[in-house]
């Protein structure tokens, strides 16, 4: 009797620290929304014919209306003289389901509407932290898992999004493109 009191006692010790810790770590939703002001950097796609990496500059602004679930980006992309491309996403996150929910807009464009499971895989502090974010969906007009792993690094944001045909194996995933961002201010 007295080993398994033991026993039970040392099992709760060790494991509340761990409650704690998990307890104290931000949702994913909780992170994104401290992504909002003003940012600035490059868009990077391969290219499918030649596959090689392309860059254009961006400029985002990421902002929320307060509710503590969505989040509003609008990205202008300069595609050359005089084709400045505008594209306004707004995303609804769902921190008990561990789902967000997108929707895109591009002039000249369908809306695009996606959701993605999301989860925390790395966290440090508030600024400092890695979201992955997974769907299926299409890619080169194909069925395709879709990740896109987003990492904080104070005031830099990366994102990498990544594709691999439906039900393929890990050593499937393929680079698609990236979002290399700069906070430039609130």
Request: proline share 5%; hydrophobic share 35%.
């Amino acid at each position: 009797m007295t080993l398994r009191l033991i026993a039970a006692v040392l099992t709760l010790l060790i494991l509340t620290p761990c409650d704690a810790l998990a307890q104290s770590q931000p949702t994913a939703t909780q992170l994104r929304l401290g992504l909002f002001g003003q940012w600035s950097g490059a868009l990077g796609y391969r290219d499918y014919q030649s596959d090689r990496m392309f860059e254009i500059p961006v400029t985002t602004t990421i902002t929320t209306p307060g509710d503590g679930a969505t989040q509003v980006r609008q990205s202008l992309f300069d595609d050359g003289p005089d084709k400045p491309v505008w594209i306004t996403t707004v995303s609804l996150d769902d921190p008990a389901a561990g789902t967000s929910t997108a929707a895109s807009f591009r002039a000249g464009n369908m809306p695009e509407l996606s959701t993605d499971t999301v989860r925390v895989t790395a966290f440090a502090d508030a600024t400092h932290w890695t979201l992955v974010y997974a769907r299926t969906g299409e890619d080169d007009d194909q069925p395709a898992d879709i990740r896109v792993t987003e990492t904080r690094d104070g005031d830099s944001l990366l994102e990498i999004k990544e594709v691999r045909p439906v039900g393929a194996d890990d050593t499937a995933w393929r680079f698609r493109n990236q979002t290399r961002l700069t906070r430039t201010g609130d």
